[in-house]
């Protein structure tokens, strides 16, 4: 497959480094990391090693864009500017990684050339032509249209999510063509919603929300999300939501949420695409989302207040 990955951070790398083991790829990314990996390639190191040759770029013509898959890998926030980008290429499929309610965003642009995707690897970024893998996890791809709100697990997944998911394991990347992806980006948004505000909030490592108070907050924010899924049509009961933090809080207990990272260095966060999006879409269904909106208040009063911190 040719595969542009657009905004190769640390997610981004890690994934399209992976990807040059068997496919062409280039890397839409900054300076110096773009010059490095187009000069000496890119290392991955951590839980996974490989040093891999991609192309890499910080300004993609439209014939690199004319690809077989863009794969999406800036902030939520950027995905507005990665959209615009990317229709002014031609690329087949489009499939974003990020975090939050995305694809939306990218289908308003490119159409029904959009996947849905989700990433559970951990990544960061080195340094110029390095990333580190600080988990290995998994990649689920899929449809996320409207026709597709109440498919489950044992349905089909579509021809083309199963070609990208093919893709991807031929280079030993864990992905699943998922048939039911509207519920997983909403599970994966419930957990998003729970433990990166509230660890971000507290300054706690996901561990912390095993038990106590942390962790009601986290199960609440959780809740509100699965509620506010149904009521946009999308089968996410309020256990499975709460099961799913609790699973995460217990695999990733060591980990800082990418949110707490963002505010310790004092980055803007992806709150309006985590907590604001509930609270958006709750607002639009009639839905009340306390502990979300109070969290995204609180979040977004430290965001217009970080310059100088
Ligand atoms: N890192 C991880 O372990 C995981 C991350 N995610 C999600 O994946 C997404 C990406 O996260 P992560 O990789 O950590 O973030 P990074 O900030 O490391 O990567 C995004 C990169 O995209 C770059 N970028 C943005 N716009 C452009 C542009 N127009 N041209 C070129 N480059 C651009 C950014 O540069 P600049 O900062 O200079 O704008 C940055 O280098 C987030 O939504 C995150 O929540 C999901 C699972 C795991
Ligand atoms: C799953 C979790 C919470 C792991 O830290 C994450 O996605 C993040 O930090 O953004």
């Not at 013509?61 to 926030?77: G, I, Q």
């Not at 998911?165 to 030993?172: D, H, I, N, S, T």
């Not at 997983?184 to 971000?200: D, H, M, S, Y």
């Not at 609440?220 to 999300?225: H, L, S």
Request: aromatic share 2%; charged share 30%; hydrophobic share 40%.
């Amino acid at each position: 497959m040719d595969i542009v990955v657009f905004g190769a951070g640390a997610l981004g790398s890690l994934v399209g480094g992976l990807l040059a083991r068997e496919h062409q790829v280039t890397l839409v990314a900054r300076d110096p990391h773009a010059r490095r990996v187009a000069g000496q390639g890119l290392r991955v190191v951590g839980e996974l090693d490989a040093h891999t040759r991609p192309r890499a770029t910080t300004e993609p013509t439209h014939e690199d864009l004319s690809c077989d898959l863009a794969l999406v890998t800036v902030k939520a926030y950027d995905t507005e500017v990665a959209a615009e980008v990317l229709a002014a290429g031609d690329p087949d499929l489009v499939c974003s990684l990020s975090n939050g309610l995305c694809e939306g965003t990218l289908a308003e642009r490119l159409g029904d050339r959009v996947l849905a995707g989700s990433a559970t690897y951990g990544a960061e970024l080195v340094g110029p032509g390095e990333v580190r893998c600080t988990g290995v996890g998994r990649i689920h791809v899929g449809e996320f249209a409207d026709d597709r709100l109440d498919s489950d697990e044992d349905d089909a997944a579509s021809d083309r999510a199963e070609r990208v998911a093919a893709a991807f394991r031929e280079c030993g990347l864990d992905c699943t063509a998922d048939p039911a992806m509207p519920r997983r980006r909403w599970e994966k948004l419930a957990v998003n919603a729970g433990i990166n505000a509230v660890t971000a909030l507290a300054r706690v490592p996901n561990g912390a929300l095993a038990d106590g108070p942390g962790r009601e907050v986290a199960r609440r924010a959780a809740r509100e999300t699965a509620r506010v899924a149904r009521a946009e049509g999308v089968d996410l009961p309020d256990e499975r939501a709460v099961d799913a933090v609790d699973t995460v809080v217990a695999e990733t207990a060591a980990n800082r949420s990418s949110m707490r990272r963002d505010v310790e260095s004092g980055n803007r966060t992806e709150v309006d695409a985590i907590n604001g999006a509930v609270v958006d879409r709750g607002r639009d269904r009639g839905v009340d989302t306390p502990t979300n909106r109070t969290m995204a208040d609180l979040l977004r009063t430290w965001e217009r207040n970080r310059i100088g911190e």
